[in-house]
């Protein structure tokens, strides 16, 4: 009898390990697969991490007005959403202005643009060993803006818009005898700004604007004045006429089949508008881009975004492929 409970009790202590060394051998296993799972896991993250790598400094970007709204827009998406380490400064010197503070040896990252680049300011850049890319941005439709109570001048034809600014007319029923006897007050923006020399160039056709024409420097300072001054009459880019419908009016340019109102829709290309439609470019330092990651970064987000945001600033987009092309350059500097 105690034989046979020696013998039970045999069996059940080696059941008993049998069944330790089988959870032991599991428990192993299991730890081994967790291991290669995190070991996978931690590989795959680092591979995000790399695809998206955390930039830091800062992006420093001046020039044009008319580009600003865009740009501004794509900054503060990009910090928000891209690379929230990166500082994009924007300010809005004007084209020109902006173009002197771009070609200095410690000049700024990009220039914003609303003409192209002048074959003097390619001469400076040369000399400084400056190398400059162009990126085109989006599609501007100069605009000519009236005082909301105008409502005579409602459409113009292109050589009275030319008529108007070269001093051919004093007053209103110069144009037409049914308009008022009222004098034309004529308004712009200054000289450091590329849609001053775009209507003196494109529209004009290089005549020098007569009379006392008052010229600004800041966009919204033009927008109270003509919304101030019932014989008033301005220009600058669509994006501040859209912006600030509710104090001027839009003037219907007449380009030889009737009147034609800028939208985002004539602006486009080969758009009904093409006759006052021009593109808007920024400048990019390639010294810069290839000694700061963040510079060439921005400028790939810039091109691979710009259409996304183009529309709600203002401008009509360029085509994708136009875009994407951009884009490759600009990846095949890194």
Avoid at 15 to 30: F, P, Q, R, W
Avoid at 193 to 199: D, I, L, Q, S, V
Avoid at 227 to 243: L, V
Avoid at 275 to 289: C, D, E, I, K, S
Wanted: charged share 25%; proline share 3%; hydrophobic share 35%.
């Amino acid at each position: 009898m105690k034989f046979k409970k020696y013998l039970m009790f045999l069996f059940v202590a080696a059941l008993a390990v049998v069944l330790v060394a089988c959870g032991d051998s599991e428990e192993t296993n299991s730890g081994d697969n967790g291991s290669e799972g995190a070991a996978s896991e931690n590989k795959d993250n680092g591979s995000d991490s790399e695809a998206s790598e955390e930039l830091e400094g800062s992006v420093v970007i001046d020039g044009s007005g008319t580009v600003y709204p865009l740009m501004s827009r794509l900054a503060e998406e990009y910090m928000i959403n891209e690379q929230p380490e990166v500082s994009v400064e924007v300010s809005r010197a004007g084209t020109s202005a902006g173009f002197e503070k771009f070609l200095q040896e410690d000049g700024t990252d990009f220039n914003d643009a609303s003409r192209l680049i002048k074959d003097e300011e390619q001469a400076k850049a040369d000399e400084l060993g400056i190398e400059v890319k162009e990126l085109k941005v989006a599609l501007d439709g100069l605009t000519i803006v009236t005082n909301p109570e105008n409502d005579w001048a409602t459409e113009l034809t292109v050589d009275q818009v030319k008529g108007i600014f070269l001093g051919e007319y004093t007053n209103w029923s110069d144009i037409n005898p049914d308009w008022p006897s009222e004098k034309i007050q004529t308004y712009g923006p200054n000289e450091n700004h590329g849609t001053y020399e775009f209507f003196y160039e494109n529209i004009l056709e290089e005549q020098d604007l007569v009379g006392d024409i008052n010229l600004q420097q800041e966009y919204s300072t033009l927008v109270t004045l003509v919304s101030e001054d019932k014989n008033a009459i301005g220009f600058f880019g669509f994006g501040y006429y859209d912006s600030n419908k509710d104090k001027v009016a839009a003037v219907g340019i007449d380009f030889g089949e009737g009147a034609v109102l800028p939208s985002l829709d004539t602006i486009a290309e080969d758009g009904d508008y093409a006759g006052f439609t021009r593109p808007v470019f920024t400048y990019l330092n390639v010294n810069m881009a290839k000694e700061k990651s963040q510079v060439l970064d921005y400028a790939i987000y810039v091109m691979e975004s710009a259409n996304d945001f183009a529309g709600e600033t203002g401008f009509a987009p360029i085509p994708d492929a136009e875009a994407q092309a951009l884009v490759d350059e600009l990846k095949a500097l890194q």
